[in-house]
T-cell receptor, first 111, second 115 residues
């Protein structure tokens, strides 16, 4: 079957700290992988994506690399800011064109 | 830019009321979706629609119905609201165009409280 597992939160970091949010997936075939971000009081918005193995998605200083050998798509940022405080969702789009979302990881960045 | 709008940001209803949540997208997308979001459970798919007049059950359709009379509009209906339907409801849409990565676009959400 298809599923996404991401690290439990909440995560609290100081400003300028390094961020990693782990995401692993199970899928049949070759899915596309996504990270979505949800800022307080808002809907989800696409942060970055990758369509095939070894692709690296990047946006706003965030990066994630599609690792087929470890079925992972971990989100990283070298130096977080207060404005990065949000909930982050890992997701996959399978070959049957269906989305599967992780449960979300809440990040709080303190000054 | 794709825009997905939802009729209300916050809604308070009483148990047993009939509730309509409306969603409109402006990019001629074929597919539209309704999710509910609850702490610790992430997003759960309620219903989706591939095209006008078409609907498919998602993972948790019980207690809900939907309507898609026009391509741009997808309505979620709670026939008789219950307290366990208190949640954040998110609408989404996407295209199925060939050669296009089918990114899903979300509305801002409706936080529904059922008393």
């Amino acid at each position: 079957g298809n599923s996404v597992t991401q690290m439990e939160g909440p995560v609290t970091l100081s400003e300028e700290a390094f961020l990693t949010i782990n995401c692993t997936y199970t899928a049949t075939g070759y899915p596309s992988l996504f990270w979505y971000v949800q800022y307080p009081g808002e809907g989800l918005q696409l942060l970055l994506k990758a369509t095939k193995a070894d692709d690296k998605g990047s946006n706003k200083g965030f990066e994630a690399t599609y690792r087929k050998e470890t079925t992972s798509f971990h989100l990283e940022k070298g130096s977080v800011q207060v404005s990065d405080s949000a909930v982050y969702f890992c997701a996959l789009l399978n070959t049957g064109n269906q989305f599967y979302f992780g449960t979300g990881t809440s990040l709080t960045v303190i000054p | 830019d794709v825009k997905v709008t939802q009729s209300s940001r916050y809604l308070v209803k009483r148990t047993g009321e009939k509730v309509f949540l409306e969603c409109v997208q402006d990019m001629d997308h074929e597919n539209m979706f309704w999710y509910r979001q609850d702490p610790g459970l992430g997003l759960r798919l309620i219903y989706f629609s591939y095209d006008v007049k078409m609907k498919e059950k998602g993972d948790i359709p019980e207690g809900y119905s939907v309507s898609r009379e026009k391509k741009e509009r997808f309505s979620l209906i709670l026939e008789s609201a219950s307290t366990n339907q208190t949640s954040m409801y998110l609408c989404a849409s996407r295209t199925l165009g060939a050669g296009v990565l089918n990114e899903q676009f979300f509305g801002p959400g409706t936080r529904l409280t059922v008393l």
